[in-house]
């Protein structure tokens, strides 16, 4: 800046050595001039004289302006928060002001003609030299973020801002670059990078350790499937053997029924009969302590008890007559057995409406249901049912007696419990379902239904 002002005084000094020598020269011709002529002239001087302290005064006022202007420029320039630097065409600082000097550890004085590149950290020459070339060709504002060095070694981030102009010269094109600070930015930047990294990391390792446990609880899950079906399977066939044990064990009573019904009650009926014809033809009185006719009342109830024993077993009549005789046949008996119980029988349903194999479930159920009635009810009347409803076999008992909690005696597994129990696996085992309903002093009903 101050090469300027000495070019100014210099180019002052110039002019005022021309109007000297041209005032020298007018005054040799004055004197050859007429009076007239010259006091004309002398006017002209002085009011050109007044106009030239007019524009000097003018001028002076305008390189005031400049000066303040020059110092404010130099003010902002200095002081600026941010490092600026002009730098010529081989990257020589030309320029500084003093934030750029103190990024870089130096005093500005010192910068000046030094390359800009010996404070450029060795990772980033190829950076700054494109950035420099392009700068340079485009005539455009060109932005990098390099690593630069400080005086005692320190490296440190800076953004560079360059646009190419004209020199002080007019020939020449120099790079005016804003430098700013942007370390603690790029060591937020590494913060957050590596933050990110190793969330990334843990989201991997989280989502490895994921994976292994929705692979074994899917193992699991499989293995659990597994045991479920081979348990289903395993209920199945018990399931079958189950029904395979009632069923054998049926073909074993209706065995043992038909042995007893073939042999040995044959017998005691041929006895009895062929007692009853020699009692009504001898003569004469029996031999002491021997009575026939007692001894015709003990077959005679030996026969009431085999037929018992055989229907308990076997009912022959189910076979014979088919179950709708023998439901028939039992609720009678039941009404003799129990002259305190009324029994309604209401059975609607036909002989080829029920398929065998519901028939000996059906008198078995009967059989429990009733049986529960004449020892736990205190009944007056129990209404008995057997139809065909909706595509469906239903049989049912209902009476009118104390009732019982359902779920405590079915806890307590005894007695009436055990009968429950007994009907309900007979009814499972058939394929049908059962429903027992049952209130303190509301009497109970038992519900029993088949697919037709």
């Known amino acids: 800046m101050r090469k300027t002002d000495a070019k100014n005084e210099q180019e002052f000094k110039k002019l005022r050595n021309r109007a000297e020598k041209s005032l020298r020269k007018r005054s040799a011709d004055l004197g050859k001039s007429p009076v ?23 001028l002076r006022k305008a390189q005031v302006e400049l000066a303040e202007s020059r110092d404010r420029y130099f003010d902002l320039y200095d002081f600026a928060p941010i490092g600026y630097f002009t730098l010529d065409e081989k990257s020589l600082i030309v320029e500084a002001n003093l934030a750029g000097a103190d990024l870089l550890g130096f005093e500005r004085a010192s910068l000046i003609r030094k390359g800009f590149s010996q404070f450029v950290a060795a990772g980033s020459q190829d950076a700054f030299y494109s950035h420099r070339k392009r700068a340079l060709e485009t005539g455009t504002k060109q932005v990098s973020e390099l690593e630069l060095k400080r005086k005692n070694a320190r490296s440190f981030y800076a953004q560079l801002q360059s646009v190419a102009v004209e020199g002080n010269e007019g020939n020449a094109v120099q790079l005016r670059t804003a430098l700013v600070d ?19 990391r843990r989201i991997v390792e989280r989502t490895a350790d994921l994976l292994a446990s929705n692979a074994q609880l899917q193992e699991e899950i499989e293995e659990r499937k597994r045991v479920e079906g081979e348990l289903q399977r395993s209920e199945g066939e018990l399931h079958l053997l189950s029904s ?38 001898m003569a004469g009185t029996p031999p002491p302590g021997v009575s026939l006719e007692s001894i015709y009342a003990m077959l005679g109830d030996c026969i009431a008890e085999l037929r018992r024993i055989i229907d308990h077993l076997r009912p022959s009549i189910l076979d014979d007559l088919g179950v709708i005789v023998a439901v028939n046949r039992y609720c009678a008996e039941f009404q003799e057995r129990n002259h305190n119980i009324r029994v309604e029988r209401r059975i609607t349903a036909l002989e080829n409406d029920i398929p065998k194999t519901y028939k000996i479930v059906i008198y078995r159920i009967l059989q429990e249901a009733l049986n529960n009635v004449s020892k736990h009810s205190q009944a007056k009347t129990v209404k008995v049912f057997l139809r065909k409803k909706a595509g469906r076999i239903e049989l049912g008992i209902a009476d009118d007696g104390s009732g019982f909690d359902v779920d405590h005696t079915r806890s307590q597994g005894l007695g009436q419990g055990i009968g429950l129990s007994s009907m309900k696996e007979r009814a499972r085992l058939s394929g049908g379902s059962i429903s027992i309903q049952s209130r303190m002093g509301g009497g109970t009903a038992v519900i029993v239904s088949w697919n037709g």
């Not at 942007?182 to 990334?200: C, D, G, M, P, Y």
Request: glycine share 2%; proline share 0%.
């Open 36 to 58: 007239k002529d010259v006091q004309k002239l002398v006017q002209e001087l002085r009011v050109h004289q007044i106009e030239l302290e007019m524009q000097n005064e003018e």
């Open 244 to 281: 395979r044990l009632l069923t054998i064990q049926e073909d074993e009573r209706k065995g043992i029924a038909l042995d007893l019904h073939d042999t040995i009650a044959q017998n005691l009926s041929a006895i009895r009969m062929f007692l009853e014809a020699k009692i009504s033809t």
């Open 182 to 200: 942007i370390t603690e930015r790029k060591r937020a930047e590494v913060a957050l990078f590596e933050a990110h990294s190793q969330l990334e």
